[in-house]
């Protein structure tokens, strides 16, 4: 089969799990396939509602790679290979069938970075480490849980809370959580994967460590701590993700570290979920839950959606660099579906990541004057960080977009499947917005198997806005605050329509730039564009300038990459000295090769 | 021994290898010097407007200001080098309005009409500086009540130069009322001006051993005196204002030898081309020169406003001593051979002009104004300020473009 | 120590009623001079044939005196083209081809409140694209010919291009006139011509009442 083939198939495959996965959730399908006592398969409504969000970038990205990647066999093996192994983590039911697919996508992440030519082997080596390191945490969790359940079947417990929580780091460093961003932007930037291997890694793994996240957190009895770890984590996250986001110049470690910054918001939801579970506060917790999955389904949409027009920008301009771009890759595709995905990642109302975002500040205000102090207090410094974090963002994202779309008037590219997907993610993430109080219907049962309350009461009504369109979040002392995203899209529209009805036509003057009566010689670049917050926030960003035979020069780093960097340096060189001992090879055949007889190992065991 | 005795001061390029160069703020005089040993030299490059600094680098956002915008009254063009906000460094273009403004070759009278439109708001201090060159090539012992005319039409127009760069400064600090009644003042005292000598801008009023107009003297420095106290009002908010004061305070800091005016006054440096007789004195004036220290813009406003109060005191005394000033007769003597050069204080500094006359024509001339060594005053000063602090760094030098071109 | 508001308060009114009734002070040396018949005059800038005066060439130097004398008349300035769509607002961009900074100073004098144009709806603007009109000042130095272009094509329409003062009427003493470049639709006579001449130039060509 033909690369492209295999893409087309894909698409019309991965369109009918999505079909599936929507029918699943309306119908509530709960059963699970126990073979062994070792393999099982489960279906819940969890499984569906995230098989739904991640199967629609596995449709889209598809589609998207039928232009996009035409002749690469590796790539396109790979790029399906990891969708499957994505597909038996979701499925999975026993620790064995998980731990195979969670070996298949780091193996499938490593064959997509590191089977490129041209490149050196430590981004792919150290991304491995690190694939490794979390398959190793939740191996020590799945070893911790058998000995309490006495089964490898995922089954309810209240299992030990240190276990529990060295599993959760596996996932975090999947998610690429602060300080382990560097299994998320590393395999993107250095590693230079192709955008629609980024687009899995960035927005379809990390809903999966997600959804693994909450699969175990829900089985489990975490205690209130463990919520308010979560949230902490989340918010450092989400911080230094948008801090670094917005003076990153490479235009896929944009994106990276904005996944970054909104895997800590999906961290925060999580942990103010459990919080407001255990303190009773089940309406809160109903809309906490809700929230999240506005927010991850949104984050999915959109995220794909930024890869994809990096990777249009990338292509037709042939350059990373952002500050590079001067236009000319333009299309009304290209422009509209780039500005939808970047204003809802970066928290505009009414799109999908705006309404997230509401929903998570939302939730942190109630959490705030809930009466708990510590609670309270977690919650305002929590709180006060989402929203410096999200306020970064717009940097970030109007940097990416306004950079990325420059010379807009050079139209005249052909709109072909990866400007439509490009589009189709933006009116998704629009529609998903506009219209997520039918989310919320759509996930009501769900959530109700967690908090007892259907999620349909956090759905209302006031005023102009009829019952079913306002989105209401509550305090103990009744209905807290409400906000309705389709009539601010129709607000929006209706204004915006009046404003072009009305000036149509009306007399404009056109006139030439003006650069001071000469030829424009500068522009300003996307460099200079961030760098008022690379001084400003020096002790972030460890600014350094220097002068040196009258050439100026400014670096800036990611802190906590300098600590992980060494520490790899120093584990490759340890790794080099031992391989060379062991086998006089080919280090990146060998580690492989390790990697392929785990695998076969743990299939092994599993059967 | 005067202050920057080995300072380059003026570069005459006379054809042929190397520079006839004029050191020091004494009397000139001119030394040829090869031009490998001074090319490099700061106060060479300030001399003759080359301004090579800039910045390279990764990321160095170079942008340009000008030559056309709303920003500048003048035209001139600013490459300027940053990283985000600050500035790296700063290289002006002067040369988009030059107008290669030709003198030599030209009479006497059609000379001074000239020069007076060399500068506009300097009009008499150049032509005053060209009157005095042929007078003093001619022998002539220059008139006492000519001086003294002369004086006071400087001294006037240095109250107004002032006024105008401390009003651009308030415009600049948003300081609204101050500048709008700043400007009020300068606007009185051009037509006090207008209504004196007949013209705004001193033009057809300076000629060759006389005025070519007569001028009305009397009781002018009461009406000068009035202006000053208003603007000693204006100036007492305006030096309480945090706002303004914060702006200008340590903006656009530099202390060179090569400095001149309240540039130099303002670093603590004692000259003044005033002090010297090279072709004005003022030595029965009893002139008091502003000192002031800081180097920064705050300083070399400091030195202005007491140069306003001054310049009154100066007005005063001068009229008191001033009878008839003789008018200029109509210059058709052919006969008038030699060079010389004079130096005379305009508002923005020392001023050189070296004159060659033959034959009643001016066959070659040069000046080195003071906004040439103003803006690489300026050039080098505003390195590691703010972008914001470019405005007051500028206008803060009282900086007259139509000066840099020269004449030819 | 009064505060600016107290000592705007106590301050008189400056501002001029002109163009509505007459300049209170208008220098000599800006108007037009008329001959006396006193003498034969000299005439430097050759703006005089006979007893006319060529006003675009004249560089108020008042060396013609006392053949002839300024009239004291602030309408020096000739209006080829009106354009009425500026009547209630007039942005100018003043446009520096080349001077000796004096016209500089006397088109922005218009903003001090001696003369405060913005109360006829007349206000400066930092880039010709927003202009209405541009006022330019100066001979046509030869490294502004280029922006001076720009400057005109930059400007959206209708739109009238002053040319201010006898430098960028004619050239003056001292070099070329503007006109090779641009077509000029008001020309605003005098070295420098006074604010009040500029102003009463500005009201005209936008139909004003004057």
């Known amino acids: 089969m033909s690369v492209t083939n295999s893409y087309r198939v894909g698409t019309v495959l991965y369109s009918l799990i999505a079909a599936t996965a929507f029918y699943a959730l309306v119908t509530g399908a709960t059963f699970s396939i126990v073979v062994t006592n070792y393999l099982a398969f489960f279906v819940d409504p969890l499984?569906?509602?995230?098989?739904?969000?991640?199967?629609?970038?596995?449709?889209?990205?598809?589609?998207?790679?039928?232009?996009?990647?035409?002749?690469?066999?590796?790539?396109?093996?790979?790029?399906?290979?990891?969708?499957?192994?994505?597909?038996?983590?979701?499925?999975?039911?026993?620790?064995?069938?998980?731990?195979?697919?969670?070996?298949?996508?780091?193996?499938?992440?490593?064959?997509?970075?590191?089977?490129?030519?041209?490149?050196?082997?430590?981004?792919?080596?150290?991304?491995?480490?690190?694939?490794?390191?979390?398959?190793?945490?939740?191996?020590?969790?799945?070893?911790?849980?058998?000995?309490?359940?006495?089964?490898?079947?995922?089954?309810?417990?209240?299992?030990?809370?240190?276990?529990?929580?060295?599993?959760?780091?596996?996932?975090?460093?999947?998610?690429?959580?602060?300080?382990?961003?560097?299994?998320?932007?590393?395999?993107?930037?250095?590693?230079?994967?192709?955008?629609?291997?980024?687009?899995?890694?960035?927005?379809?793994?990390?809903?999966?460590?997600?959804?693994?996240?909450?699969?175990?957190?829900?089985?489990?009895?975490?205690?209130?701590?463990?919520?308010?770890?979560?949230?902490?984590?989340?918010?450092?996250?989400?911080?230094?993700?948008?801090?670094?986001?917005?003076?990153?110049?490479?235009?896929?470690?944009?994106?990276?570290?904005?996944?970054?910054?909104?895997?800590?918001?999906?961290?925060?939801?999580?942990?103010?979920?459990?919080?407001?579970?255990?303190?009773?506060?089940?309406?809160?917790?109903?809309?906490?839950?809700?929230?999240?999955?506005?927010?991850?389904?949104?984050?999915?949409?959109?995220?794909?959606?930024?890869?994809?027009?990096?990777?249009?920008?990338?292509?037709?301009?042939?350059?990373?660099?952002?500050?590079?771009?001067?236009?000319?890759?333009?299309?009304?595709?290209?422009?509209?579906?780039?500005?939808?995905?970047?204003?809802?990642?970066?928290?505009?109302?009414?799109?999908?990541?705006?309404?997230?975002?509401?929903?998570?500040?939302?939730?942190?205000?109630?959490?705030?004057?809930?009466?708990?102090?510590?609670?309270?207090?977690?919650?305002?410094?929590?709180?006060?960080?989402?929203?410096?974090?999200?306020?970064?963002?717009?940097?970030?994202?109007?940097?990416?977009?306004?950079?990325?779309?420059?010379?807009?008037?050079?139209?005249?590219?052909?709109?072909?499947?990866?400007?439509?997907?490009?589009?189709?993610?933006?009116?998704?993430?629009?529609?998903?917005?506009?219209?997520?109080?039918?989310?919320?219907?759509?996930?009501?049962?769900?959530?109700?198997?967690?908090?007892?309350?259907?999620?349909?009461?956090?759905?209302?009504?006031?005023?102009?806005?009829?019952?079913?369109?306002?989105?209401?979040?509550?305090?103990?002392?009744?209905?807290?605050?409400?906000?309705?995203?389709?009539?601010?899209?129709?607000?929006?529209?209706?204004?915006?329509?009046?404003?072009?009805?009305?000036?149509?036509?009306?007399?404009?003057?056109?006139?030439?730039?003006?650069?001071?009566?000469?030829?424009?010689?500068?522009?300003?670049?996307?460099?200079?564009?961030a760098n008022s917050l690379r001084l400003t926030m020096r002790r972030f960003y460890l600014t350094t300038e220097e002068r040196k035979a009258g050439k100026y020069s400014e670096r800036t780093f990611d802190a906590f990459w300098l600590v992980i960097i060494f520490l790899a340096r120093k584990t490759v060189a340890l790794s080099r000295i031992v391989g060379r001992k062991v086998m006089n090879s080919s280090l990146m055949a060998y580690v492989l090769y390790i990697m392929v007889t785990f695998l076969a190992v743990m299939v092994y065991i599993a059967i | 021994m005067m202050v920057g005795e080995d300072v380059i001061t003026g570069v005459f390029d006379s054809g042929g290898r190397g520079y006839e160069v004029s050191y020091g703020f004494g009397i000139p005089s001119w030394k040829k010097v090869a031009d490998h040993a001074i090319e490099g030299r700061e106060d060479f490059k300030a001399c003759v407007g080359k301004y090579d600094d800039k910045a390279e680098g990764a990321d160095v956002l170079n942008f340009t200001y000008g030559p056309s915008t709303g920003g500048l009254t003048e035209s001139i063009k600013f490459n300027i080098y940053t990283y985000g906000e600050r500035i790296l460094s700063l290289r002006p273009e002067p040369s988009y309005k030059d107008r290669k403004l030709q003198v030599s070759g030209s009479g006497l009278e059609m000379a001074n009409l000239r020069i007076e439109r060399y500068c506009g708001p300097l009009s008499p201090f150049y032509s005053g500086m060209l009157a005095a060159a042929v007078e003093s090539v001619m022998g002539a012992d220059q008139d006492n009540d000519l001086r003294l005319a002369r004086v006071i039409m400087n001294e006037i127009s240095r109250i107004s130069d002032h006024i105008h760069v401390i009003a651009k400064l308030a415009e600049g600090a948003s300081q609204n009322v101050a500048y709008n009644l700043l400007f009020a003042l300068r606007e009185k005292l051009l037509r006090l001006i207008a209504r004196r000598f007949g013209h705004r801008y001193f033009f057809g009023i300076n000629g060759f051993g006389g005025l070519v107009r007569s001028a009305n003297f009397k009781g002018i420095s009461s009406e000068v005196r009035a202006i000053v106290d208003e603007f000693r009002q204006i100036w007492i908010r305006l030096e309480n204002s945090r706002i303004f004061i914060d702006r200008i305070q340590g903006t656009a800091t530099l202390k060179r030898a090569w400095m001149v005016g309240p540039a130099a006054r303002a670093s603590g440096t004692h000259i003044d081309a005033r002090m010297e007789s090279s072709f004005l004195r003022y030595d029965d004036l009893d002139l008091h020169v502003s000192i002031s220290s800081g180097a920064d813009t705050l300083a070399r406003t400091l030195v202005r406003v007491d140069e306003i109060s001054e310049s009154a005191r100066i007005i005063e005394r001068a009229e008191s001593m001033i009878r008839e000033v003789p008018v200029a007769g109509r210059t058709t003597k052919s006969e008038v051979n030699g060079e010389i050069s004079v130096r005379a204080e305009t508002p923005g500094g020392d001023s050189l002009m070296r004159v060659t006359l033959a034959k009643g024509i001016i066959e070659k001339i040069y000046i080195r104004p003071s906004s040439l060594q103003n803006l690489a005053v300026f050039a080098y000063a505003i390195r590691e300020n703010l972008l914001t602090d470019f405005t007051f760094g500028y206008e803060g030098l009282g900086i007259h473009i139509s000066e840099l071109g020269g004449v030819l | 120590m009064k505060t600016w508001l107290t000592y705007g308060l106590f301050s008189k009114r400056l501002t001029t009623k002109f163009p509505f009734k007459a300049a209170e002070e208008l220098p000599v040396w800006t108007t037009m001079p008329v001959s006396t018949g006193a003498g034969e005059a000299i005439c430097p800038a050759n703006a005089i044939q006979d007893t006319s005066v060529d006003m675009g060439m004249c560089i108020s130097c008042g060396y013609c005196s006392p053949a002839f004398e300024p009239d004291g008349n602030a309408r020096t300035s000739i209006v080829h083209s009106t354009e009425k769509a500026f009547r209630k607002s007039f942005h100018i961009y003043l446009f520096d081809a080349g001077s000796c900074g004096s016209c500089n100073l006397e088109v922005k004098a218009l903003v001090n409140p001696y003369y405060d144009m913005s109360r006829l709806g007349i206000s400066f603007c930092a880039t010709p694209k927003h202009a209405d009109a541009l006022i330019v000042v100066g001979v046509l130095a030869e490294g502004m010919g280029e922006p001076l272009r720009r400057a005109v094509e930059a400007l959206p329409s209708p739109r009238l291009v002053f040319a201010v003062g006898a430098c960028a009427i004619s050239g003056g003493i001292i070099g070329k006139s503007i006109s090779g470049v641009v077509e000029t639709d008001v020309i605003v006579p005098g070295c420098p011509p006074n604010p009040f001449t500029i102003l009463d130039a500005l009201q005209r060509s936008r139909g004003g009442k004057h």
């Open chain 1, 47 to 529: 499984f569906s509602a995230f098989l739904l969000i991640i199967s629609t970038v596995w449709a889209v990205t598809s589609f998207f790679s039928i232009e996009y990647d035409r002749k690469s066999r590796p790539n396109a093996i790979s790029f399906h290979l990891a969708i499957l192994a994505m597909m038996v983590v979701l499925t999975s039911g026993s620790f064995p069938l998980f731990l195979s697919g969670w070996e298949g996508m780091t193996i499938s992440g490593y064959l997509l970075i590191g089977y490129r030519k041209g490149m050196n082997n430590i981004p792919p080596y150290v991304f491995l480490v690190y694939g490794e390191l979390s398959t190793l945490l939740i191996i020590v969790m799945g070893v911790g849980m058998y000995f309490q359940s006495g089964t490898m079947i995922f089954i309810a417990a209240p299992y030990n809370e240190v276990i529990l929580f060295l599993g959760i780091m596996g996932f975090f460093i999947k998610m690429g959580v602060m300080p382990f961003q560097i299994t998320e932007w590393l395999p993107i930037a250095h590693g230079n994967a192709s955008t629609n291997g980024s687009i899995l890694f960035s927005a379809a793994m990390t809903t999966v460590a997600l959804y693994s996240i909450l699969r175990f957190l829900t089985i489990s009895d975490p205690g209130e701590i463990f919520g308010l770890l979560l949230m902490g984590i989340g918010a450092f996250s989400l911080l230094f993700g948008s801090i670094y986001s917005a003076s990153a110049e490479h235009v896929k470690m944009l994106p990276a570290y904005s996944t970054i910054e909104n895997s800590g918001a999906m961290l925060i939801f999580t942990g103010a979920f459990i919080v407001l579970g255990i303190l009773g506060q089940m309406q809160m917790a109903t809309f906490a839950l809700a929230g999240l999955l506005i927010f991850a389904f949104s984050h999915a949409l959109s995220k794909s959606g930024l890869f994809m027009f990096a990777g249009i920008m990338e292509q037709s301009s042939g350059a990373t660099e952002i500050k590079s771009y001067h236009g000319g890759s333009n299309s009304t595709f290209y422009g509209a579906g780039g500005f939808l995905n970047s204003v809802s990642l970066a928290g505009m109302l009414p799109l999908g990541g705006g309404v997230g975002e509401w929903m998570l500040l939302e939730t942190l205000f109630v959490m705030s004057i809930l009466g708990d102090s510590v609670t309270s207090l977690v919650s305002i410094i929590v709180g006060a960080t989402a929203a410096l974090g999200g306020g970064i963002s717009i940097i970030s994202m109007t940097k990416i977009f306004g950079f990325g779309s420059r010379g807009s008037h050079e139209k005249g590219k052909k709109e072909g499947p990866m400007r439509i997907s490009l589009l189709a993610m933006g009116i998704g993430v629009t529609l998903l917005g506009a219209f997520s109080t039918l989310y919320v219907f759509l996930v009501s049962n769900m959530i109700r198997g967690y908090t007892g309350i259907a999620a349909t009461t956090i759905i209302n009504g006031a005023l102009v806005v009829p019952h079913g369109f306002l989105l209401t979040s509550f305090s103990s002392a009744g209905p807290f605050g409400g906000i309705s995203p389709l009539f601010t899209a129709l607000f929006i529209g209706l204004f915006t329509g009046i404003l072009l009805l009305s000036f149509r036509g009306a007399r404009s003057r056109t006139v030439v730039n003006w650069s001071g009566g000469i030829e424009e010689e500068n522009k300003l670049h996307s460099f200079a564009y």
